[in-house]
């Protein structure tokens, strides 16, 4: 089946602009994960959730991002006023959620934003 | 100090060596090992699970030793396919919100070269 989708694949961004970034899980998984990842980093945990509801947003970096998945499917992550400091690859997984400390994550193929 | 911490490399092999990568982690609470590898300009997946006993999987032996928070990998008879980037991960696991949430070491770069 399809796996884990993300749009837009690419994005460019003047400072202070806001941004949406989609992900579309594998269907039937109830945990979803955004990471970002910047280079020559391995990607940093950026929220947690387990359906519809935000189980752990302990790694977003400030006020300025926000996540929702109002249907427990498909997931928005949104970022306020970026700035430069905001450029990486923004990575979206999913798994199934029934075993959660060892389920395998599957990872969407990122969105690269860049704030100029 | 960084919750999981990787050599970073770059390893550089010529095909057929064998190569090692070793991670260590600081949360004694953590449950969960894997090794994801990440090709370039592409997302990571799991290569393996890392499990107590230890496991292996064609070519690739993963070990944990709790008591010193140290993972290994080791990869026989490198091939050219191969060459990637070694992400080294734990899940803290059992307990609070912390459920699911992966964290990443740095990574290690490998190239096999003919």
């Known amino acids: 089946g399809a796996g884990v989708s993300q749009t837009p694949s690419n994005k460019v961004t003047e400072k202070g602009k806001y941004v949406e970034l989609r992900c579309d899980p594998i269907s039937g998984h109830t945990a979803l994960y955004w990471y970002r990842q910047s280079l020559g980093q391995g990607p940093e945990f950026l929220i947690y959730?387990?359906?519809?509801?935000?189980?752990?947003d302990s790694g977003l970096p400030n006020d300025r991002f926000f996540a929702v998945r109002p249907e427990g499917s498909v997931s928005t992550l949104k970022i306020q006023r970026t700035e430069r400091g905001d450029s990486a690859v923004y990575l979206c997984?999913?798994?199934?959620?029934?075993?959660?400390?060892?389920?395998?994550?599957?990872f969407g193929p990122g969105t690269r934003l860049t704030v100029l | 100090r960084k919750e999981v911490e990787q050599d970073p490399g770059p390893f550089n092999v010529p095909e057929g060596a064998t190569v090692a990568f070793n991670c260590t982690y600081s949360?004694?609470?953590?449950?969960?090992f894997f090794w994801y590898r990440q090709d370039c300009r592409k997302e990571p997946k799991l290569l393996m699970s890392?499990?107590?006993s230890g496991n292996e999987d064609g070519r690739f032996t993963a070990q944990l030793n709790r008591a010193s928070q140290y993972i290994s990998l080791l990869i026989r008879d490198s091939k050219l396919s191969d060459s990637a980037t070694y992400l080294c991960?734990?899940?803290?696991?059992?307990?609070?919100?912390?459920?699911?949430?992966?964290?990443f070491g740095q990574g290690t770069i490998l190239t096999v070269h003919p």
């Open positions: 997984a999913s798994s199934s959620g029934l075993h959660r400390s060892t389920d395998t994550q599957y």
């Open positions: 949360n004694s609470a953590s449950q969960s």
């Open positions: 991960v734990v899940n803290r696991g059992a307990g609070g919100t912390s459920y699911g949430k992966l964290t």
């Open positions: 890392v499990y107590s």
């Open positions: 959730f387990q359906g519809t509801g935000a189980a752990d």
